[in-house]
């Protein structure tokens, strides 16, 4: 009954005040939109490349849509023709020596110039193996054809040859990749949007659970309600059903927004994205609630930000756990969104099922549960029963 | 007449520092006391005690036959905080209708009880408008109406009067009375004098001592002065006087 009056009240705040609705439910989608459209520039990368006396041949194995070739004639340092036109890179060639010199101020734009130095050198080869074959095969052709006019018996000897013929000419491999995860079209954005999903939701739900929370204490409401008989559990659970509602349409929006405006395929069940969105949500808003317990204002609850929020999302697995320092490794243990950023993206990169992901979403609700305790506990300071 | 506060050798404070030593108190139905003293006497601090927001350090503090603090208890005091506690992106209905919820009253008590406490504060006209569009004087009147709403046995009211004009404090005094007379008690800190000499008991605080206490006219025979201002002037003194012989 107190907790549905609390409820009523927490929905009646929230649908009053647009511009935390906005930030609820605009900005997620405007922050996850931006990160699609940063992380989706990449394919479209072409690094200029300037070549000095270098062999035509290899001048058009080089040549992709991703590389921009600038013949140079001129004698000056690499150093200087590099500087001069703003070049990602120069290839010059000495004899049968090739020499690469990168300006790699942008590492993707060296890593495209040292792919297709690599795969032009191998076309090379191949061509080169596949002439060298091709002389052998007619010289044979030549002898058999000797052979055959000597002994009259031209028949089996050329079909012979054929069939050697047709294994000669096959030697340029057609190679075809699978994709165990996403596909030829997948990019960082894949790897990147369930982590971000996560903080996102778990962003947005501390920072106005925890400010709406603060401003009843300030401005003494929540001393107020204590001096009614309710119980300390109604207030919580008031405030966790009420936020809850809210976090639950935020996830759901952006889980829609992700599937059908992004195309962002989720592998897993899309129900299990949202309990475990929902459960991030949950410690969000028990430590949001409890956070603002030391926070005597606003501005005090935004300076928890770095410290509370911020380092959660390096250790939710934008940089894979195994590449940090090992001492450090151990940290991604005691952060929150870590749970819930490897279990989203184990469901909708992997498709894993609820089973795999119960171990993360019981220490979710261990995390939540820990809080609450703290909250009810912290309570204690303004009624003692 | 039943005893509806008793607050036996109180002492009080927040973890070692000492705000209230003491204190004894007995208040019967139908009494009006008016706690007066300077601001940080201890005034807040002893009604949060009679709550039972805070636990008695020492002694004992006993509301309506129970030992406090009690939480159950809470729902037959009425309380109004020395600062509006309201929300102010509701309306007063709103704010008197969630308040009365949490204290545990029913849809039909509320709406019954809403247009009475709201008509003894005058706000009947303003009940859909948001409290953010309140003034200051109008804040306090819907603070006042939160804690009649509930009908309750105690009402304990912090600072009543502040930012209420003459006409309306008259008309609130009045109504107090008529509660009194009914069988409520009443329990107001204050530190206007008008409001003092309206009560039927006092207690006056000051540096955490209850320095006199008494109806007013008592006091004032016993101070040999003329008025309850007096009294508290004359009890200082002597409160003064005695500490400076320790």
């Known amino acids: 009954m107190r907790t549905l009056a609390m409820i009523r009240r927490v929905f009646r705040e929230m649908l009053r005040d647009k511009r935390t609705l906005a930030l609820m439910f605009i900005a997620p989608l405007f922050i996850l939109s931006l990160v699609y459209f940063l992380f989706q520039g990449n394919t479209t990368t072409t690094a200029s490349l300037a070549t000095r006396n270098v062999d035509s041949s290899m001048v058009t194995a080089i040549k992709n849509k991703h590389i921009k070739i600038h013949d140079v004639n001129s004698d000056k340092s690499v150093k200087t023709i590099i500087r001069e036109h703003d070049y990602a890179g120069m290839l010059s060639q000495n004899g049968d020596k090739l020499t690469l010199t990168l300006a790699n101020t942008d590492q993707s734009k060296s890593a495209v110039i040292k792919q297709s130095l690599q795969a032009a050198q191998a076309k090379l080869k191949g061509q080169a193996a596949a002439t060298t074959i091709k002389t052998q095969a007619q010289a044979l052709q030549k002898m058999q054809a000797a052979l055959g006019a000597a002994t009259h018996t031209p028949v089996n000897a050329t079909t012979n040859v054929g069939n050697l013929k047709a294994k000669l000419g096959s030697t340029s491999y057609t190679t075809k990749t699978h994709y165990l995860y996403g596909s030829k079209d997948s990019t960082f954005f894949n790897t990147l949007l369930p982590i971000m999903m996560g903080f996102v939701v778990f962003f947005f739900v501390f920072l106005i659970s925890g400010i709406a929370l603060l401003r009843e204490r300030t401005t003494g409401t929540l001393y107020r309600l204590l001096a009614t008989p309710v119980k300390r559990g109604e207030i919580i659970s008031g405030y966790l059903c009420g936020y809850g509602t809210f976090a639950f349409i935020q996830t759901l929006l952006i889980v829609l927004f992700t599937m059908y405006v992004f195309k962002i395929q989720i592998l897993g069940s899309i129900w299990l994205v949202l309990l475990i969105n929902v459960l991030l949500a949950m410690v969000a808003l028990t430590l949001g609630l409890l956070i603002s317990t030391f926070a005597s204002s606003e501005f005090q609850m935004i300076q928890f930000i770095p410290i509370v929020a911020i380092p959660q999302i390096f250790f939710a697995g934008i940089i894979p756990i195994s590449s940090l320092p090992g001492w450090l490794q151990p940290v991604s243990y005691i952060m929150p969104l870590y749970y819930g950023a490897s279990s989203m993206s184990a469901v909708v990169q992997k498709g894993v099922g609820f089973m795999d992901v119960l171990p993360n979403l019981s220490i979710l609700l261990l995390f939540a549960a820990v809080f609450l305790v703290l909250n009810l506990l912290t309570m204690r300071k303004y009624r003692q029963v | ?246």
Not at chain 2, 49 to 66: D, N, R, S
Not at chain 2, 180 to 202: C, F, N, P, R, W
């Open chain 2, 1 to 246: 007449m039943t005893e509806v506060i008793k607050v036996t050798n109180l002492q009080q404070g927040y973890g070692k520092r000492i705000i209230l030593n003491d204190i004894n108190l007995n208040i019967n139905s139908g009494d009006i006391l008016g706690l007066i003293g300077p601001s940080g006497a201890g005034k807040t601090t002893l009604v949060s005690t009679i709550m039972g927001m805070l636990k008695p350090k020492q002694g004992t503090v006993t509301v309506l036959g129970t030992p406090m603090p009690n939480r159950k208890l809470l729902g037959k005091i009425g309380y109004m905080a020395q600062t509006d506690a309201l929300y102010s992106v509701l309306t007063a209905r709103e704010n008197l209708t969630f308040f009365g919820e949490m204290q545990g009253m029913s849809k039909a008590e509320l709406q019954k009880q809403i247009p009475y406490a709201t008509g003894i504060v005058n706000l009947n006209d303003d009940l859909d408008k948001y409290v953010k569009d309140y003034s200051g004087g109008m804040k306090r009147r819907l603070s006042l109406a939160i804690a009649l709403l509930a009908d309750p046995e105690l009402l304990i009211l912090d600072e009543p009067t502040v930012g209420i004009d003459p006409e309306l404090r008259q008309q609130i005094w009045k109504e107090l009375h008529r509660l009194a007379d009914e069988g409520k008690t009443i329990l107001l800190t204050t530190h206007v004098m008008e409001d003092a000499e309206q009560s039927s008991y006092l207690m006056m605080i000051r540096g955490g001592r209850a320095i006199a206490q008494g109806t007013p006219d008592d006091l004032i025979s016993q101070y040999h002065v003329n008025s309850v201002e007096e009294v508290f002037l004359q009890a200082g003194r002597d409160q003064d006087a005695h500490t400076s012989n320790d």
